[in-house]
């Protein structure tokens, strides 16, 4: 994978992003607490819902995911702004910023405005932990995610056509037994250097729930521990993260995409 400068592009097909962070659970958090936090946030996220816990995720050394079911009956938490773009989503064990593609046709930097965002709103969940006595959160990873729907007609049409999009795939032929396939998928993980912790990346054709359109669903996430439970310490491992990870959206996709894309 590509360790130079990180790419940019100005139409790229990203529908949401995610910069979260994972951290041993708060023996003293509450359900009350869910509220009180809100009160604080809901100048800028008016709207909320409760939804399930989120069952923990960790890599391994081995570069094997460890899936922990355990959710002890606890809840999880969307604050969600007006224009239904922006939502924190909080439970015992986690806090993450989402941004989510709606009606605006533009999104927002990472550099600019994204990483801005999840550094006020971090700082403002630790603040709320000290002001009700819950001690630091003990952080055990760190997550960047960009899910990306590359629609149907925009570069693909059938399964035999993704090697247009992406750069794993070869070309497919029907001189076999076999006719083309209907679909395809792929799963790869990567380890990052330098103990960063790892990067997968995964795609497969979905039929979109607004608007019934098909897509190919092309999802990118890095994980892994920053050195320190500190802010900056947090900060500096997800800049990291997220530069591997639109290197890897790059790396895995061909050129003839990043033009339809606008790659600067």
């Not at 003293?28 to 709207?47: C, D, I, M, N, T």
């Not at 995610?145 to 090697?163: F, L, M």
Request: aromatic share 12%; glycine share 6%; with cysteine.
């Amino acid at each position: 994978m590509s360790t130079h400068a990180t790419p940019s592009f100005k139409r790229p097909p990203v529908i949401e992003r995610v910069l979260g962070v994972h951290f041993a659970p708060i023996e003293k958090w509450g359900v009350p607490h869910y509220g009180l936090f809100w009160q604080s946030l809901r100048a800028e996220y008016p709207k909320f819902s409760v939804q399930p816990p989120i069952a923990s995720v960790a890599e391994t050394e081995s570069n094997l995911l460890h899936v922990d079911l355990r959710t002890g009956g606890d809840i999880r938490c969307w604050f969600i702004s007006e224009s239904d773009e922006e939502l924190i989503q909080v439970q015992k064990d986690r806090f993450l910023l989402n941004w989510r593609r709606r009606e605006s046709p533009g999104y927002p930097r990472y550099s600019t405005t994204l990483r801005n965002t999840f550094v006020s709103r971090w700082s403002s969940y630790r603040d709320f932990l000290s002001s009700e006595h819950l001690g630091e959160p003990h952080v055990v990873q760190c997550e960047v995610t960009y899910i990306n729907h590359i629609r149907q007609g925009e570069g693909w049409q059938v399964a035999a056509d993704w090697d247009q999009v992406f750069t794993i795939c070869n070309p497919l032929n029907s001189e076999g037994t076999l006719p083309l396939p209907e679909t395809r998928r792929f799963a790869l993980s990567y380890l990052l250097p330098n103990e960063l912790g790892s990067l997968t990346a995964s795609a497969s054709k979905a039929l979109r729930g607004t608007d019934g359109m098909v897509v190919i669903q092309f999802e990118i996430s890095a994980r892994g521990k920053p050195k320190f439970s500190t802010g900056d310490s947090i900060i500096e491992w997800l800049d990291q993260a997220h530069a591997w990870v639109v290197r890897s959206f790059s790396d895995l996709t061909t050129p003839k995409m990043h033009q339809r894309w606008e790659k600067e």
